[in-house]
């Protein structure tokens, strides 16, 4: 990635001033603190979200000028291209977007390490930069600016007092560390892939090794941290289900859903959060990502799974014939791709008449449960017609 030699670090460069370059930390810590910034600037649907807010500005101006009509005419047709209504449904992604700028300013600083150098003591001086001046002015309590003040020497500010003044500057913000991106990248494995996530994830964070795998299995701790990543998965979707008002979302799992929550009557967004975390603690078993969605199996009534045997799901055989008309499926608007991949050879079956009507039969059902989904999803009218023409060359979509 960065033409390394065979005896250098192969993630990041260094130059000849750096002590012990092999020790990785201090470079992650700096590179996370420098990609900060660049996410919030350069997030394309944050970006996308800036564009969406100057096109209504555009939109709701009394008069235009050229200039203006151009702007407003171009943003409609990115809008257009870039399915921007996706972003407006969305109230969670705008809520980041807007934590984002407003915190960037603190986390920045926080990140900083050479800024931080002796910044307390600076201030109590007088001689800190104007910018980082103005940001502790805005931030430190009166208490703390009256404890800074009262110090006479650098000595009396110690690691402690330092932490204590960072820790207030930045209370209530979201900011990276490098922990964190292991937590992010756990509950993206659960998200994305199916089979045992749980290994995978064990194996890429060197947990374990081949010859530790039965005392690891056994280890209730570490059990608890992965069962703890899957049940912050289930609450952040059922919370983005229900933030969405179930916009983008299709299967009987949504269904089922609109139903529920429907009938959910809360006081605040506090507790309707809570009431979601709990509903899922209580009635979901499980979740287990398909690249055509998810399969979120209810403690109750297992036995309708599509794929059960004997009343007890195995899941291990997901396949979209199985999961695109099961109690359990949940698709979402990324799901698409997959979907449409996971159907392709019965879309082929159907277009092919020399292969025995009972496997066409099985195929028309699975890809007109894909088309209900591919709908409701909102999938480009090219994408519905490539359905659509395989159903009808296998003799079964009824044309109104």
């Known amino acids: 990635m960065i033409n390394a030699d065979a005896a250098a670090p192969c993630l990041y460069s260094y130059t000849a001033a750096a002590k012990q370059p092999q020790k990785s930390a201090a470079f992650i810590k700096d590179a996370i603190g420098e990609l900060w910034v660049h996410f919030v600037h350069n997030y394309e649907p944050f970006k996308q979200l800036a564009l969406m807010d100057e096109l209504e500005e555009l939109k709701n101006q009394v008069s235009q000028n050229d200039s203006d009509v151009y702007r407003c005419n171009d943003l409609k047709i990115r809008s257009h291209n870039e399915h921007w209504e996706r972003l407006a449904r969305d109230p969670m992604l705008r809520e980041a977007h807007r934590r984002a700028k407003a915190e960037l300013d603190r986390v920045s600083f926080f990140l900083n390490s050479g800024a931080r150098r002796k910044y307390v003591w600076k201030y109590r001086q007088g001689e800190i930069a104007s910018e980082q001046r103005d940001l502790l002015d805005k931030y430190l309590s009166i208490e703390t600016k009256d404890a800074i003040n009262k110090v006479n020497s650098e000595i009396e500010i110690n690691a402690a007092f330092t932490l204590a003044v960072s820790n207030e500057i930045i209370a209530n913000c979201l900011y990276p560390t490098p922990h964190a991106f292991r937590h992010m990248w756990a509950e993206a494995v659960y998200r994305r892939f199916d089979g045992d996530a749980g290994w995978m994830i064990r194996s890429h964070?060197?947990?374990?090794?081949?010859?530790?795998?039965?005392?690891?299995?056994?280890?209730?701790?570490?059990?608890?941290?992965?069962?703890?990543?899957?049940?912050?998965?289930?609450?952040?979707?059922?919370?983005?289900?229900?933030?969405?008002?179930?916009?983008?979302?299709?299967?009987?799992?949504?269904?089922?859903?609109?139903?529920?929550?429907?009938?959910?009557?809360?006081?605040?967004?506090?507790?309707?959060?809570?009431?979601?975390?709990?509903?899922?603690?209580?009635?979901?078993?499980?979740?287990?990502?398909?690249?055509?969605?998810?399969?979120?199996?209810?403690?109750?009534?297992?036995?309708?799974?599509?794929?059960?045997?004997?009343?007890?799901?195995?899941?291990?055989?997901?396949?979209?014939?199985?999961?695109?008309?099961?109690?359990?499926?949940?698709?979402?608007?990324?799901?698409?791709?997959?979907?449409?991949?996971?159907?392709?050879?019965?879309?082929?079956?159907?277009?092919?008449?020399?292969?025995?009507?009972?496997?066409?039969?099985?195929?028309?059902?699975?890809?007109?449960?894909?088309?209900?989904?591919?709908?409701?999803?909102?999938?480009?009218?090219?994408?519905?017609?490539?359905?659509?023409?395989?159903?009808?060359?296998?003799?079964?979509?009824?044309?109104?």
């Open 205 to 400: 964070f060197k947990h374990i090794s081949l010859n530790m795998w039965l005392a690891y299995i056994r280890n209730k701790d570490n059990r608890r941290q992965h069962d703890r990543v899957k049940r912050q998965v289930i609450s952040s979707i059922l919370i983005n289900y229900v933030s969405k008002k179930g916009e983008g979302y299709a299967g009987a799992m949504d269904r089922f859903l609109r139903r529920l929550f429907l009938q959910t009557q809360t006081v605040s967004p506090d507790n309707l959060k809570t009431t979601i975390e709990q509903y899922g603690l209580l009635e979901i078993e499980d979740i287990k990502a398909n690249p055509w969605g998810f399969c979120i199996l209810r403690k109750r009534n297992q036995e309708y799974a599509k794929c059960a045997d004997q009343g007890i799901p195995q899941r291990h055989n997901a396949s979209p014939a199985l999961c695109l008309g099961c109690t359990n499926n949940l698709t979402q608007e990324s799901n698409i791709e997959g979907i449409m991949l996971g159907i392709y050879n019965d879309m082929e079956v159907l277009k092919n008449p020399r292969v025995p009507n009972p496997f066409r039969v099985a195929s028309n059902t699975t890809v007109k449960n894909a088309l209900k989904q591919l709908k409701k999803l909102g999938a480009d009218k090219d994408i519905l017609d490539e359905v659509k023409d395989a159903l009808k060359e296998g003799g079964y979509l009824e044309l109104k």
